[in-house]
T-cell receptor
Framework: DQQVKQNSPSLSVQEGRISILNCDYT??????FLWYKKYPAEGPTFLIS?????DKNEDGRFTVFLNKSAKHLSLHIVPSQPGDSAVYFC?????????????FGTGTRLLVSP | GAVVSQHPSRVICKSGTSVKIECRSL??????MFWYRQFPKKSLMLMAT?????????EQGVEKDKFLINHASLTLSTLTVTSAHPEDSSFYIC????????????FGNGTRLTVT
């Protein structure tokens, strides 16, 4: 049972344009969400997070949007840069587990071409 | 810079042998560390939660006797894959929180284990 889903395995975007990565979740107990970026043979690197009390969080070129009613979140990268090419994972956790457990999606491979 | 260091980054071993992977928190104490496993083109799956000074908590379906976890100090957790089999070949990643309970997890660079 995949509680966190990233239905697009890959996304190609031109440099300078917007990249939109999507994530859906099924567990209504999730109330804290994170996005990680991962290069091959490396561990994930934290990008940005959002609590369920917000619907938007912005950090530089990265913005995460949360739609609780739809159980959907998205990561917007604008403008996209070739160095953003990586696999992006969304992850979710719940306060009722003390935020101890992170449940990851299957990832979306982003390719930003010059 | 990196806050979690993992070693080795890559290891090849023969079936039946044991392999130890180390995870260190750099410049901070981590009473809890987390071990994840990633299969090719799959999500990261939590294997176990390593607790300093006490037994690890394993996720359902993870064999505790096969994946031995020791968290002997506030900066070091080890995962030992015992009697390794080819199906144990995977990418193992540890993580820890630098801040409070709801702060993001920081991950090590992972260990690529290949069992021949």
């Amino acid at each position: 049972d995949q509680q966190v889903k990233q239905n697009s395995p890959s996304l190609s975007v031109q440099e300078g344009r917007i990249s939109i990565l999507n994530c859906d979740y099924t567990n209504s107990m999730f109330d804290y969400f994170l996005w990680y970026k991962k290069y091959p043979a490396e561990g994930p690197t934290f990008l940005i997070s959002i609590s369920s009390i917000k619907d938007k969080n912005e950090d530089g070129r990265f913005t995460v949007f949360l739609n609780k009613s739809a159980k959907h979140l998205s990561l917007h990268i604008v403008p996209s840069q070739p160095g953003d090419s990586a696999v992006y994972f969304c992850a979710a956790s719940a306060s009722n587990t003390g935020f101890q457990k992170l449940v990851f999606g299957t990832g979306t491979r982003l390719l930003v071409s010059p | 810079g990196a806050v979690v260091s993992q070693h080795p980054s890559r290891v090849i071993c023969k079936s039946g042998t044991s392999v130890k992977i180390e995870c260190r928190s750099l410049d901070f104490q981590a009473t809890t560390m987390f071990w994840y496993r990633q299969f090719p083109k799959k999500s990261l799956m939590l294997m176990a939660t390593s607790n300093e000074g006490s037994k690890a908590t394993y996720e359902q379906g993870v064999e505790k006797d096969k994946f031995l976890i020791n968290h002997a100090s506030l900066t070091l957790s080890t995962l030992t894959v015992t009697s390794a089999h080819p199906e144990d070949s995977s990418f193992y990643i540890c993580s820890a929180r630098l801040g409070g309970y709801n702060s993001p997890l920081h991950f090590g660079n992972g260990t690529r284990l290949t069992v021949t």
